[in-house]
């Protein structure tokens, strides 16, 4: 079976039922995440000298754009996955790279910190020497996967040189790690993106070298990120699209022998949503070819793609909401679900606000930092 029919699989055996319980209850998607790896998928983009399917950033976009059209939290897991097992690629120990290719490690990023808040650029967490150990002090304000994940790729300052942070591969069940509370959100609200408070944890290893976590954030981390993020989004719009055109092709106003998808204002609403999903999508595809292919204006792209996607995500999920009328608050329709977990990439960092910062600066020549 091609990766692609087993996430299809995977699709229509576990995810189509468990997603409306995943939101309701907020609870971790533990079943597809299990059913994922046995299909080799949480080792999508490990290498396949250590058994991974050696496959790319294209292709990780590619399942989670699929996952999001029907369960945004599952898609979010999968992209924090990738983008921490992105790191581990290149810094990681081989027995965990080799645990991850095999779906025994589900791993995701912990660099959010209550202190610098959405600037996860600029970790105030602490890492000590202690004899041959380096203990980790945080109070992390977000972790995708939090307790359910094996490791983190953990942010803090430097050890011992100056810099601006260093990262650490964290193992899960470290003690010291305590979960501050249980996530129970507005949206994406089976992806037990938690607050961790760390005491005295103690580090598996150093990922790259001390002080230049910056450097691997920016420039393994970022691109990454980005555009799973954008993924994330473009199969939010996808499945909000589906769901509201099935709903206004089917609903009738009876009296008038009519549907909704009748009414010249609805197919206005869905056509602007259609074109704002698709120019989305088309960014997508062109940062993942600038990407590919290392064109000059990757950066740019890098930027511009998760600010993109995710606004136009907040307004498609709106227009799609609008469209079904008051039957779209109710559960059956299954857009007010998305609306709630389209409005979580505006705000994961780096935030709309501080990518319109960081462009301006781009494209007006002047320094990002
Ligand atoms: C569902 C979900 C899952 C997450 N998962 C993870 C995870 O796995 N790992 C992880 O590390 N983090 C994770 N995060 C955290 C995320 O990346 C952000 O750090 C967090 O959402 C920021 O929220 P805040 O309240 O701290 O923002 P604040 O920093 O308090 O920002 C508040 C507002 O100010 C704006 N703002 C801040 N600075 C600037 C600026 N310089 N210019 C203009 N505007 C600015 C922001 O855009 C925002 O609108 C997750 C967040 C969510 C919502």
Known sequence: MSWMDSLDHVMSNQLEALAPETDQHARFPRPVVDALAKAGLLGLVSSKDVGGLGLGLAEASQVVAKLAQTCPSTAMIVCMHYCAVAVLEQLGPEDVRRDIAAGKHLTTLAFSEAESRSHFWAPVSTATQAGNDVLLDARKSWITSAFEADSYVWSSKPLAVEGASSIWLVDAKAEGLSLAAPFNGLGMRGNASSP?????????????????????MMGIVLPWFSALNASCSVGTMEGSLARAIAHVGATRHQHLDSSLADLPTIRAYLAKARIKADMANALLQDTLAAIGGGRADTMLRVLEVKAACAEAALEVTDATMRVCGGAAFRKEVGVERLFRDARAAHVMAPTTDVLYDFIGKAITGLPLF
Request: aromatic share 4%; glycine share 14%; hydrophobic share 45%.
């Open 196 to 216: 961790v408070t760390a005491k005295q944890v103690k580090a598996t290893m150093a990922l790259g070298e001390d002080g230049k976590g910056f450097d691997i």
